[in-house]
């Protein structure tokens, strides 16, 4: 590895990161304030201290100058909505001013692992977010006997989508213009990635912003198998029988074909016993509501039929017999509202299911969740291409993001230069399926082991895997986001799971439903941040786009 220490671009503010041989101690320190609540201007000429902000001192400096580019008022209030949706009213970070409410003081009484009443996650958080591979007796003891925790509001820093060019994500902006005219009705996202993304959390920020900003054409993409007892969305819910055997790339047992359709996870039975349900979390959430449902499943030879059940009631029977294996659909065509849709093998054969798209018939943007716990990027080259490459065709995406990265840590024996011809095989094939679309790298956030001594040291790995990311990206004509940088660099994850409110969970490897929050706050502002600046007839600055070669220091 290069020099241990790099700093990252901070749209013209710099912030020295140790990326490299960090230790963080039991005693947390205070990072820099996030976009809109940062202090005077730290430059990396100041030093590290210098860009922490003091845990005495968690005020908002009134006069301090943004650390990301302007926002519009459609951007501001978009973004105001996306925090209410998932946040409630009172939980937000910024309001329609980007002003940050509330303002959290850190307290000096020691730390424990629960959060504050007001900030605590949702029951079925701990569903969502179960630990990855490899984190196995990671678990943080909290202890911050004499230190302060930091302010969780003030955690995470503006950092811009890296390009080598202007035109990364041009298709992108220009699909959204199109939209706003009313030249098109609808723009497509998909997001892929591990348990982060399976999360829906940060996800569903970026669906609500851009939803509330563009137009809601519908939920997207969901598994209509619960393939594990973790895997939830944010505006429905799926709910499946024991007799179902669900199977994806990760699994060390499954279909060597690789029959896994859009999301990467498929679910298969012949038993007449068995059903599966998606239906809405809330009736009447407008963003639970839908008009048009289609089923994806394999076509196979010796394949049975299933019924579709629409509100309880019995909609159709459907064959998937077929000479030659290939993608099925059944479409659901129904008025708009809040729909149960419930499937039951016939028990004539195998019933192999994949995803179900719901849309609702008006213009606006669709957001697909396409994440799976403890996979990883190169679990793509596992699925059955053909099959794979015509449900993302049909999706036709003019965005998609690959979020990976942390799974891949724990691979010591994997040489990196596999690493990055597997990277690169998996952008390959997205490039060659939907070559005019945008697309994104979102690298891996601090992922620490603990040592004997009780001290969170930086895997090198995970460095090594940023820095791969970042060059893969260029050579792709992708952009690359960096999760390690937006969260303080190496060190600060453990600042991020003592926080108050807690912003990451004791295993060190993921965030709470707040800090997901703040991930997609962060990810949405660095994907629109061009947009905003040509919106307004404003070339975007020439140092947005920045060197990703693998060997500059940043």
Not at 151 to 167: H, Q, S, V, W, Y
Not at 168 to 196: I, K, M, P
Not at 428 to 443: E, F, I, M, Q, Y
């Amino acid at each position: 590895m290069g020099p241990t220490r790099k700093t990252a671009w901070l749209s013209g503010i710099g912030a020295v990161l140790l990326l490299a041989g960090a230790r963080c101690s039991q005693s947390a320190e205070i990072p820099a304030a996030s976009a809109a609540e940062q202090g005077p201007t730290a430059t990396a000429a100041d030093g590290p201290q210098e860009a922490l902000a003091s845990a005495a001192s968690l005020a908002i400096a009134p006069t301090a100058p943004p650390a990301r580019p302007p926002l519009s008022s459609d951007a501001l209030r978009a973004r105001v909505e996306a925090q209410r949706r998932i946040l409630g009213r009172e939980g937000l970070f910024e309001d329609a001013t980007g002003t940050v409410v509330p303002v959290i003081e850190a307290p000096s009484q020691p730390a424990t692992e629960t959060s504050p009443p007001d900030q605590a996650t949702p029951p079925d958080d701990g569903g969502l977010l179960d630990a990855l591979p490899g984190s196995a007796g990671m678990d943080a003891d909290g202890s911050l006997e004499g230190s302060v925790r930091a302010n969780g509001n003030a955690l995470g820093l503006f950092t811009p989508i890296e390009t080598r060019d202007g035109e990364t994500l041009g298709r992108f902006y220009a699909a959204l213009r199109s939209l706003t005219a009313g030249e098109r009705t609808s723009v497509n996202v998909a997001v892929y990635g591990a348990s982060h993304t399976q999360a829906d959390i940060y996800p569903a920020y970026i669906r609500n912003y851009l939803q509330s900003r563009f137009g809601a054409g519908g939920r997207g993409v969901v598994s209509l198998v619960k393939f594990s007892r973790w895997y939830r969305t944010a505006d429905f819910s799926v709910e499946s029988s024991k007799h179902w055997k669900t199977e994806h790339a990760q699994k060390k047992e499954h279909a060597e074909e690789g029959w896994f359709g859009l999301m990467g996870v498929s679910g298969h039975s012949s038993n007449k016993r068995a059903w599966t349900r998606v239906k809405p979390r809330n009736s009447s959430d407008p963003a639970s509501h839908g008009s048009r449902y289609e089923l994806s499943f394999l076509k196979q030879p010796r394949g049975g039929r299933f019924k579709v059940y629409v509100d309880g009631r019995l909609h159709k029977t459907v064959k998937t017999k077929s000479k030659t294996p290939a993608l099925g659909a059944f479409v659901i065509e129904t008025e708009l509202g809040p729909h149960e849709i419930e499937v039951r093998p016939y028990g004539d054969g195998q019933v192999r299911l994949f995803g179900m798209q719901i849309e609702n018939g008006q213009p606006g943007v669709i957001v697909d969740t396409l994440g799976i716990s403890g996979t990883r990027a190169a679990n793509h080259l596992a699925w059955h291409e053909p099959i794979w490459q015509e449900s993302f065709a049909k999706r036709d995406p003019q965005l998609y993001l690959l979020a990976y990265g942390t799974n891949e840590t724990t691979d010591e024996d994997q040489p990196m230069s596999v690493y990055r011809r597997e990277l690169k095989a998996v952008l390959d094939r997205l490039k060659a399926t939907s070559p005019n679309a945008s697309c994104v790298l979102v690298g891996p956030g601090d992922f620490p082991q603990q040592s004997a001594d009780g001290l969170w040291t930086t895997r090198p790995r995970l460095v090594e895997i940023v820095e791969a990311q970042r060059a893969v990206a260029y050579e792709a004509g992708c952009g690359f986001w960096d999760a390690l940088a937006f969260m303080g660099g190496a060190g600060s994850m453990h600042t991020w799971a003592t926080s108050v409110p807690q912003m990451a969970k004791s295993d060190h490897i993921h965030l709470t439903r707040r800090g997901y929050v703040r991930l997609g706050m962060a990810v949405t502002d660095a994907l629109m941040a061009d947009y905003e600046q040509t919106a307004r007839g404003v070339d975007p600055e020439p140092s947005s786009a920045r060197s990703l070669d693998p060997n500059t220091v940043h």
